[in-house]
C-alpha cells in the first residue's frame, strides 16, 4: 500500500501490517460495501521519540471528517446570518450510477434556470439503517432563499431516486454525517466536494 503522509509533520511512517479483514460486500444492490480496516500502521513522534499505531480506516475516517468540519466552519456564519441557503439531498445510488453527474444536473440546469446562483457542495456515502439502500449525503450551498421558491424549484422531484430539503435552523447535518461508518464503491471514494469553499456566485 502507499502511505501519502503522515497526519501530523510531527509523525514518520514506520510500516504496516496487513490485517486480516477486508471489505464486506453488501446487500442486494450491491453499489455500496462498507469499509474494514485492511492495514495496521505504525508512526513514530519524531519530537518525542513514541511510537502510534492506527488504522488506514481511521485515517481514511479522520480525512473525511475533518473535509466535512471545515466545510462546516466556513459555512455555519453565512448560514446564521441567512447570507446562503444549504439544500440537503439524499441521492440513491442505484438512480445515479455518477454523484457528479446528479450534481451537475441540480447545479448548471436546474437551480442555474431557476435564477438560482450556487457554491460549493460535499457528499459522504451511506447505506440506509433500515432499507440498506445506499445512498448519498449531498450538500449544495446556494445563495439565500425562501421556502416558497424552494418548494416551486422542487414540486416535482422524484422521490425514487433522490430527496432534497432545506437545512433548518438547528444547523446539524453535518454533525450526523461525522457520525457515520465509511461505505463506498469497491476502490472508490467514500466522500468527495468541491476543492475550493466559495460563496454562491453567477458562474
Same mark, same amino acid.
Given at each position: 500500500m502507499t502511505i501519502k503522509k503522515a497526519e501530523s509533520t510531527n509523525f514518520a511512517f514506520l510500516y504496516y501490517? *496487513?490485517?486480516a479483514s477486508g471489505v464486506v460486500t453488501n446487500h442486494k444492490w450491491g453499489?455500496?460495501?462498507k469499509k474494514e480496516p485492511r492495514y495496521a500502521l *505504525?508512526?513514530?513522534n519524531n519530537l518525542t521519540g513514541q511510537q502510534h499505531q492506527t488504522t488506514d480506516y481511521n485515517l481514511k475516517l479522520n480525512r473525511r471528517n475533518k473535509k466535512i468540519q471545515l466545510f462546516n466552519?466556513?459555512?455555519?456564519?453565512y448560514f446564521h446570518n441567512k447570507q446562503i441557503s444549504i439544500l440537503c439531498f439524499i441521492v440513491y445510488a442505484d438512480a445515479y450510477s455518477k454523484i457528479s453527474d446528479f450534481i451537475d444536473y441540480q447545479k448548471k440546469t436546474k437551480l442555474f434556470n431557476?435564477?438560482?446562483m450556487t457554491g460549493s457542495h460535499i457528499w459522504i456515502c451511506d447505506i440506509g439503517k433500515k432499507n440498506r *439502500?445506499?445512498?448519498y449525503h449531498l450538500f449544495i450551498i446556494t445563495e439565500h432563499i425562501t421556502i416558497d421558491l424552494f418548494n416551486l424549484v422542487y414540486s416535482n422531484n422524484n422521490e425514487?431516486?433522490?430527496?432534497v430539503k432545506m437545512m433548518d435552523a438547528r444547523y446539524g447535518l453535518f454533525i450526523y454525517c461525522k457520525k457515520k461508518d465509511l461505505f463506498g464503491k469497491f476502490k472508490g471514494k467514500c466522500c468527495g466536494g468541491s476543492n475550493?469553499?466559495?460563496?454562491?456566485?453567477?458562474?
Open positions: 501490517t *496487513r490485517l453499489v455500496f460495501q *505504525r508512526f513514530i466552519d466556513f459555512y455555519e456564519p431557476s435564477n438560482i *439502500r445506499p445512498h425514487e431516486k433522490y430527496k475550493v469553499l466559495t460563496l454562491p456566485s453567477k458562474k
